[in-house]
C-alpha cells in the first residue's frame, strides 16, 4: 500500500498489536505514527502527511468523538479517513463517529483477518 | 440475566481472539469465597445505568505471559507493558460485558481502566453491590475477572 497510517490509542500494547495486524494483513505502510490521544493525533496531522487513521474512542485528554469533531473543523485535514477500533460498538456512538467523518469501524478483540475485512476493500 | 455465563463469554472470546489461547474456565462465583494470589489487578469503572467495577486480578508470571503473547517478545519484569496489558485485557472484556448487558436492555458506560501492582493490596467499596467472580486458567497459571455492580433503582 505505500503511504502513512496514524494509530490513536492510549495503550501503547494495543497500537502495537495494531501495527502487527495490518502487517500479518498484508497491509503495508511506509511509516506508521502513533498518537496516545486525539490531541497528540491532532498534533501528528498538523505536522505529517497522514493517508488514514485508525483511532480507539475511549482516551484520556481527548477521546475519539471529540477528535473527529475538532478534525472535522480543520480544512487541511477533515478528509483524511479515520476507522474507530474500539471495544465501543453500539450503534448510537459509531452512528455519531460517522456522522463526524469516520468510515468504519472494528470492534475489539479483533484478528489481523477482521483488520483486513474492514480495511482492505477501502485501500484497494 | 446470567452475568456469570457473561463473564465466561467476554473473556474467552477476548483470549481466542487476541491471544489465540483457550482459557480453562471456573466455575462463576457470586458473593465472597473465590480469590487467586495477585500481583497485579486492572480496574475499569462502569456507569449509566448500573455502577460498578470490573476488575482482572493476575499473579505476576500470567500477567506476563499476556503481555508476552501481545507483544510478541519475552517480558520478565511486571513493568508499564504488562499495566498496560492487562488494563487492556480488563477494557475488552467491559466492551464484551457492555454488549451483553444491553442485551438486558441495561445501557453501561465504561472508564479508562487502571492498573495497580503490588505484593498485598485489597480492592473495597461498594457496599452491597452484587459481586460475580470467575477463575480462569491458562499455562502460566490461574486469573480472576471480577464483576462487582448495582443496578441503578
Known sequence: ???????????????????RSLRQAGIEFDNIFEAADG??????????SVDIVLSDINMPNMDGISFLREKANRPNMKNIPVFMISTE???????????????????????????????????? | MDIGQD???AATDVFS?????????GEPVEGAGVEVTSNICSMLGLGGDIRG?????????????????????????????????????????????KIAFAGYGVKVELA??????????????????????????MESGQFLVELKYIVNG
Do not use: W
Open chain 1, 1 to 19: 500500500m505505500g503511504n502513512n497510517v496514524l494509530l490513536v490509542d492510549d495503550s501503547s500494547t494495543m497500537r502495537k498489536i495494531v501495527g
Open chain 2, 112 to 137: 479508562i481502566p487502571t492498573s495497580v501492582v503490588g505484593e498485598s493490596y485489597r480492592v473495597g467499596g461498594m457496599l452491597g453491590a452484587r459481586r460475580v467472580a470467575v477463575p480462569f486458567g
Open chain 2, 17 to 25: 481472539t487476541m491471544l489465540m489461547i483457550d482459557l480453562v474456565v
Open chain 2, 53 to 97: 467495577m470490573l476488575a482482572v486480578h493476575c499473579p505476576a508470571a500470567v500477567a506476563m505471559a499476556i503481555t508476552s503473547g501481545f507483544l510478541g517478545m519475552d517480558v520478565d519484569t511486571l513493568n508499564e507493558d504488562v499495566k498496560d496489558a492487562i488494563g487492556e485485557i480488563a477494557n475488552m472484556i467491559a466492551g464484551n460485558l
Open chain 2, 7 to 9: 463473564i465466561v463469554n
Open chain 1, 89 to 124: 460498538t453500539g450503534d448510537d456512538i459509531i452512528g455519531e463517529a460517522k456522522s463526524l467523518g469516520a468510515v468504519g469501524a472494528i470492534k475489539k478483540p479483533f484478528t489481523a483477518d477482521m483488520v483486513n475485512e474492514v480495511l482492505g476493500p477501502f485501500l484497494k
Open chain 1, 39 to 48: 490531541l497528540q493525533a491532532l498534533e501528528v496531522l498538523e505536522k505529517e
